[in-house]
């Protein structure tokens, strides 16, 4: 990570000061429209189809929507397999042998009753054509190590460990969240277990009543947040995402408080977006990361252009993807997805 940040003057957590970072700005970049969606809960960006999202209901319906990043609806996927449970809460999206899978969790429990019975749903993620589709899924049913109910919106998948990450949803007063993993595998049979790793703070702290959460395609960066603050941990070396999330993590500075703020998709390890749940038209936020100095000068080997390549100006603010640079003149830093490789280049 770079160097853009603000000391101890976040909000407490783990009975620590947290820093600000301050390597991302905001903007305002379309809207879900209340016609199409009412309560967007969860989004994943596809990776199948670049440049739309995947969002889904709070509950009450059998199907997910995309949409540009206009927030305009393109299609719509009904799944079929689902039961009857329709709290349907966060959307991830993540490659597993080598192909790309929408994971589904439907796991609210605002009243405490399910206990074993919370649901992730997985398929195949099918390309964005024509205006409606439908595709079969598969679940796996899972419960909590303390053998009660817990009341859950925020699922995550790490495509490195192929693993899901699970936080719960706790009032503050009412105890404090808490994190779990579960591996993710297809021949799983009956009720699978979550592993407890950490508690997300202390009780009585203000980062309670989490949201929502989503981890970088590379596996490097991983945001956590509930409607006032988003959290950021930076994976470091070949540790596993458990024990990132023991260390502190950053406060992101740009965040701002969202009505509910349940939707939160990393695009590439730069940029995220967010959305809320509610039942009128709801802005959709891009929140893009500044790369340092640091970052933009190390490993400057061979570039290969591809589409998917990253564009920064000379400063490190992130402009484009390289299939959008016919428009574009000037002088610019073009990187591989994974930054581990750049090229200056010049546009006349």
Not at 315 to 330: D, V
Request: with cysteine; aromatic share 10%; proline share 2%.
């Amino acid at each position: 990570m770079g160097n853009m940040a603000i000391l101890g003057s976040g909000i407490e957590y783990n009975g620590t000061k947290l820093s600000l970072n301050t390597e991302f700005s905001r903007s305002e970049i379309g809207e879900t429209n209340k016609n199409d969606i009412t309560e967007v809960s969860g989004m994943a960006c596809s990776r199948v189809t670049p440049g739309y999202f995947w969002v889904q209901n709070d509950e009450g319906v059998e199907n997910i929507l995309a949409l540009n990043q206009n927030g305009n609806k393109a299609m719509t996927l009904t799944l079929n397999g689902t039961t009857n449970r329709d709290d349907w809460e966060d959307l991830c999206v993540g490659e597993y042998n080598g192909k790309q899978y929408l994971f589904l969790g439907a796991f609210g429990d605002n009243d405490l009753v399910f206990n074993d019975n919370y649901i992730i749903y997985y398929f195949l993620e099918p390309e964005i054509k024509g205006s409606s589709a439908s595709v079969n899924v598969e679940k796996i049913t899972f419960g909590f190590p303390d053998n009660k109910a817990h009341n859950i919106e925020t699922l995550m998948y790490d495509p490195i460990e192929e693993m899901f990450y699970i936080v719960d949803k706790v009032k503050k007063g009412k105890g404090v969240c808490t994190a779990y993993s579960l591996k993710f595998k297809t021949d799983y049979v009956g009720t699978q277990k979550l592993t407890e790793i950490c508690t997300m703070g202390q009780e009585g702290e203000d980062f309670d009543f989490i949201t929502a959460g989503d981890i970088s395609q590379d596996g490097h960066w991983i945001i956590v947040k509930n409607k006032k603050y988003a959290l950021l941990w930076e994976r470091q070396g070949n540790e596993s995402i458990s024990e990132t999330l023991k260390r502190q993590p950053m406060q992101i500075d740009a965040y701002e408080e969202e009505e509910q703020g349940e939707a939160v998709a990393w695009l590439d390890n730069t940029t995220f977006f967010t959305t809320s749940d509610s039942k009128s038209n709801t802005p959709i936020f891009k929140y893009v990361r500044k790369l340092s100095s640091i970052e933009m000068a190390e490993n400057t080997n061979e570039l290969v252009l591809t589409a998917d390549c990253l564009v920064f100006d000379l400063s490190g603010q992130y402009i484009c993807n390289a299939n959008e640079l016919q428009s574009k003149h000037g002088v610019f830093i073009v990187c591989s997805k994974d930054l581990k490789q750049k090229s200056k280049i010049f546009l006349p």
